[in-house]
């Protein structure tokens, strides 16, 4: 394999030179700041995650959660979801360099004012803690801070004008944050602010100041649901640098001002659900790279922006609910990247677009409830990604095209118009009963969907139309007898018999919760090793996660048992960034396992563009999964990986590491789930289960081919897999043709000498990310090469990905050891001197 060739090794040569050079600059150990870092551990009472800060004669610049600068001394403290309590001590400003100190998601409860003595320190992180009482005061002191986030707290009290102050600040989030009063207009003073996230905040009722306008900077802007009143200054105009504009769910009224339209480098503009009137600003796209349009539930009037997509870029535009009144904008038909158009309950009218063939990644298409009239394009049935679509309640006539039949399978809505003809024949199944209503010409071939059958207009009714009716009458008097009886016999033959619960820890739920939520309504999804539900337990409500595997008797007997106790180890395994198992229930020929249950499902679907919109009835969500997001994945599923490998005995080795198997919670924490299932699988020794291994295609380590005997090493070539999916976008399968995957393409594509930016997922990729999407690129090609042993361990893994979650997401500093231009230097900085890496080489 061309993996092996010479250049390879060069590469990994270089690799180990650099990690050499490191470990050398790090000899000499500043025993000092050793020692502060010792006692803040002991201080915080030696959180499990940081036990391995212990004394020794290596330096603790290699401890994944330390940065030091180039000559040793500690300049970044990310002690991130370590779960420590307490306060934070005043010795922690000894240190004298400290520049960065990330104590987000743990359970800190005072202001940690000792830190004003840190002359240093400049990125402050005390997101989701538990911090309560006032922000002091005096918060000014620490004048050298440039990113602050004290987002997710119990604060209370007053937001401190003295955070005006702070002069040097490029971020600062106070968001879901609750205070007394309302916005200070001395944050507006913050004049080198680039990022200003105020959302979700229980805040008294106020306008936006207009003080915020001064804001020449700041390029986003977050205000969501934060109980804002009154207009939107008309000044926000003069905010030049404004990309990300959300001030959603609030009460806003009046007009939107026009000069927003004129915003040069305006990307996302989110107002919906507010009390706006008025039009919408005219010149709305046509000065800048617009990609989000979202104003939804207002009472806007007059008509869409003409120019909305003059640029290309528009993905969204969710606009419905209000009084818009006109036709579609023209150029819209030509738009690329649109991927949803919502404008349902509307005036709109006119004819729709025909016009329409570069609407390539259009999913979701909702014109109902307007006044649109003509016919119904042939080309809505072309569009390859359209599964939603609903033009009910209009003014459409004509036939249905029959080409629409190929959305046969997604949700279509036709009902209400002056359709006229027959119903296209993919639509002539139980599942379109209401999707035809209320056509008065309409004609079905087949009479499955409650419309008047075609050609039958003679007024005798036949004999066989008869039997058939009276039949069907019968049937439907008797079909609840019969359900009744079928009950009944179930509930006599020990339903609860047949299925056994093994808890393994406090349940509010019985199995009997568990079954009768596994219904085909709650089926979210199918894999290799079976289906999943998503139940609500009565009545507590809460949701769990159902697993069902196997719906054979392909678990031999023996295996039985031994499955019971492998599955309990698992259920034993208590991580953040491991899914938890409730219980199991267990049948003779099925098995349910029950899990948490994660709002965001699994990172493949996010990854997948299709998905990226997704309409819960009532409100439509939509996130993108920037990169800071993808990186935040990364290190959580590498935490979680890492944990199952080197800090649980024995190892526990996953074997389907995979992109489904990477849950994601409501804040996007990453979650392994289906660990050591494969494994259980593939003990059954049968060709037909390595099926659930099959499955993963583009994941399996090349090992698989020559031996059984897989380890942690074959999980981190698939979780290289993961990595190359969050830089690239691609799928794990898709190598460019149908025999390669996603890793040989890469590998081939870095040997090439191909720039490495140009692979990188144009979704995401930004100017300020490049350097860190390149560098977990090539780290994706490490983790994946063809020798087990070349493969870095999951450990080292997280360590890299740790750092370069710190150069990334907070700001611009960095140090010596890693800067990293993505053009001219091909190597990546490998910093760690784990043994068994080294040795292999
Ligand atoms: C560790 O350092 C101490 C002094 O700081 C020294 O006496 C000892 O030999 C060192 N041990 C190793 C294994 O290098
Ligand atoms: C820290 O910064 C000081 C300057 O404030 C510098 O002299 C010193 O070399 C740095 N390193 C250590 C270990 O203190
Ligand atoms: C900062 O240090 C000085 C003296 O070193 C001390 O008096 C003061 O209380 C400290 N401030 C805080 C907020 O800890
Ligand atoms: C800060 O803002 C307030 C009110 O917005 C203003 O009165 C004050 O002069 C500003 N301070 C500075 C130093 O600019
Ligand atoms: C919305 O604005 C109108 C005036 O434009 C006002 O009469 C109405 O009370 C507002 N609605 C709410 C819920 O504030
Ligand atoms: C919306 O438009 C309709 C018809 O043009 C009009 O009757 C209604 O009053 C409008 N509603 C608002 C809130 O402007
Ligand atoms: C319905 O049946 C007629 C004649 O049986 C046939 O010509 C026509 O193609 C069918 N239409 C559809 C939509 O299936
Ligand atoms: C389609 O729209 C009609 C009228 O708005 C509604 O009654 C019907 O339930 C809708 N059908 C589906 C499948 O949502």
């Known amino acids: 394999m061309t993996k092996t060739s010479l250049k390879y090794i060069q590469f990994c040569c270089y690799t180990i030179l650099f990690l050499l050079l490191l470990i050398h600059a790090n000899s000499q150990v500043n025993v000092e700041e050793q020692a502060v870092l010792l006692n803040l551990k002991q201080h915080w009472q030696n959180p499990q995650y940081l036990s391995h800060w212990t004394s020794s004669n290596s ?26 309590t307490g306060t934070v001590p005043p010795f922690i400003c000894d240190l004298n360099n400290l520049t960065t100190l990330d104590l987000s998601h743990n359970h800190m409860n005072e202001f940690p004012r000792a830190l004003y003595n840190c002359s240093k320190l400049q990125y402050l992180y005390l997101s989701q803690n538990s911090f309560v009482g006032k922000v002091p005061d005096d918060i000014h002191l620490m004048s050298r801070l440039r990113e602050l986030n004290i987002a997710d707290n119990r604060f209370s009290g007053t937001i401190p004008a003295s955070i005006g102050r702070l002069t040097e600040l490029r971020m600062l989030s106070l968001t879901a944050c609750q205070f007394d009063g309302s916005f200070p207009s001395e944050i507006g003073n913050l004049s080198n602010l680039e990022r200003l996230e105020l959302a979700y905040m229980k805040i008294m009722p106020a306008r936006l100041p207009s003080e915020f306008t001064k804001l020449k900077k700041l390029k986003y802007l977050n205000v969501a649901s934060s109980n804002l009143v009154g207009e939107i200054p008309d000044m926000i105009g003069e905010m030049v640098a404004l990309e990300h504009l959300d001030l959603s769910m609030n009460n806003l009224n009046r007009n939107v001002p026009d000069s927003i339209g004129r915003l040069p480098r305006l990307v996302n503009f989110i107002l919906f659900d507010n009390n706006l009137s008025g039009t919408l600003p005219p010149d709305l796209g046509r000065y800048s790279m617009l990609e989000e349009f979202q104003v939804s539930s207002n009472w806007l009037t007059g008509q869409l922006p003409q120019h909305l997509c003059d640029n290309g870029m528009l993905v969204n535009v969710v606009a419905f609910d209000n009084n818009l009144s006109g036709q579609l904008p023209k150029a819209l038909g030509s738009c690329n990247n649109l991927g949803s158009l919502i404008v349902r309950n509307n005036q709109l009218s006119g004819s729709l677009p025909s016009n329409i063939l570069s609407w390539k990644w259009l999913t979701i298409l909702d ?126 033959h020990g339903l609860d018999l ?79 960034n491991i899914v938890s198992l409730l219980c199991c229930i267990s049948s003779d020929n099925s098995k349910l396992l029950v899990y948490e249950y994660l709002e965001n499902l699994s990172l493949d679907l996010w990854l997948n563009r299709k998905s990226r919109v997704s309409t819960v009835p009532g409100s439509v969500q939509h996130v993108i999964l920037n990169w800071p997001k993808r990186l935040q994945i990364a290190v959580g599923a590498a935490r979680g990986l890492s944990y199952m490998h080197h800090d649980c005995s024995p190892p526990i080795v996953h074997r389907d590491v995979k992109s489904s198997n990477i849950l994601l919670d409501s804040e996007f924490n990453a979650k392994i789930a289906d660990l050591g299932l494969a494994k259980m699988l593939i003990k059954e020794g049968q060709s037909a289960t390595m099926s659930a291994v099959a499955g993963s295609f583009g994941y399996i380590a090349p090992e698989y081919a020559y031996t059984t005997r897989v380890n942690e090493k074959s999980d981190v070539y698939s979780f290289g897999v993961i990595l190359l999916e969050l830089t690239t976008g691609r799928k794990a399968c898709d190598g460019g043709d149908e025999h390669t995957s996603l890793a040989e393409w890469a590998w081939r594509y870095f040997q090439e000498g191909s720039p490495i930016v140009d692979a990188l997922d144009e979704e995401v990729k930004e100017l300020c990310y490049l350097n860190g999407m390149c560098c977990v690129f090539q780290l994706g090609i490490i983790c994946t090469g063809t020798l087990p042993s070349t493969r870095p361990t999951m450990k080292d893994v997280l360590k890299i990905l740790l750092r370069w979650n710190q150069t990334l997401t907070y700001g611009e500093q960095n140090t010596a050891s890693d800067q990293y231009d993505a053009n001219s230097n091909r190597e990546i900085v490998l910093e760690n001197n784990d043994a068994t890496f080294t040795s292999t080489v």
Not at 547 to 574: D, G, H, M, T, Y
């Open 59 to 84: 330096s603790h610049c290699i401890w994944p959660e330390i940065i030091c600068s180039t000559d040793g001394s500690v300049t970044g403290i990310f002690v991130s979801l370590m779960e420590i």
């Open 367 to 492: 014109l109902s409830r307007n006044s649109f009239s003509g016919q119904i394009p042939e080309e809505f049935g072309l569009l390859p990604y359209l599964n939603h679509l609903n033009l009910a309640e209009n003014r459409l006539s004509g036939q249905i095209p029959l080409q629409l039949g190929r959305l046969a399978g997604s949700f279509v809505n036709l009902s209400s118009n002056h359709l006229t003809g027959r119903i296209p024949s993919g639509f002539l199944d139980g599942a379109y009963v209401r999707s035809f209503l209320n056509n008065p010409d309409l004609c079905a071939n087949s009479s499955s969907v409650n419309i008047d059958k075609c050609n039958s207009k003679s007024s005798k009714i036949p004999v066989r139309f008869l039997v058939l009716i009276i039949c069907s009458v019968i049937a439907t008097l008797l079909l609840p007898v019969f359900f009744v009886i079928r009950v009944f016999v179930r509930r006599k």
């Open 498 to 576: 047949t299925w056994e619960l093994t808890s393994f820890q406090r349940l509010n739920f019985t199995e009997s919760h568990i079954l009768s939520g596994l219904t085909d309504n709650n089926a979210i999804g199918s894999g290799g090793s079976g289906k999943v539900y998503r139940v609500a337990i009565n009545p507590s409500r809460e949701i769990v996660a159902v697993k069902k595997i196997w719906n054979n008797k392909r678990l031999e007997q023996n295996l039985e048992k031994e499955f019971l106790a492998e599955v309990k180890i698992l259920s034993s395994i208590r991580h953040f």
